[in-house]
């Protein structure tokens, strides 16, 4: 069992930048692949970025490439999105997500290859 719990968002104007973290409990957080999804308004949820056990390998939606970076420190069972030149369009609630990858680096993309899941945190980036 993993329990995510997300941090981190707020209001910031478009071009600033938000950090978000996601606390995970439990004593075998590095054995997970994590993950960050993103739902606006009236949209369907949407991958964002995901990490492999180690840290070694990412894997970023075009939308955001360039733009966020994920990391995490297993040392500290968290795993973070910093997100930079923020855009009205990055408005959405933003959830953590763990899974037990299928392969050694796996870094997944879809909701459904995720077991465990926080309530997410909101993001509003204004123009």
């Known amino acids: 069992q993993v329990q995510l719990v997300e941090s981190g968002g707020g209001l910031v104007q478009a071009g600033g930048s938000l950090r978000l973290s996601c606390a995970a409990s439990?004593?075998?957080?590095?054995?997970?692949?994590m993950g960050w999804f993103r739902q606006a308004p009236g949209k369907e949820r949407e991958f964002v970025v995901s990490?492999?056990?180690?840290?070694?390998?990412?894997y970023y939606a075009d939308s955001v490439k360039g733009r966020f970076t994920i990391s995490r420190d297993n040392a500290k069972n968290t795993v973070y999105l910093q997100m930079n030149s923020l855009k009205p369009e990055d408005t959405a609630v933003y959830y953590c997500?763990?899974?037990?990858?299928?392969?050694?680096?796996?870094?997944?993309?879809?909701?459904?290859?995720?077991?465990?899941w926080g309530r997410g945190t909101q993001v509003t980036v204004s123009s």
């Open positions: 990490v492999s056990y180690d840290g070694g390998h990412t």
């Open positions: 997500a763990a899974t037990r990858p299928t392969t050694a680096w796996g870094t997944p993309t879809a909701e459904y290859e995720y077991g465990y």
């Open positions: 439990g004593r075998t957080f590095s054995s997970y692949a």
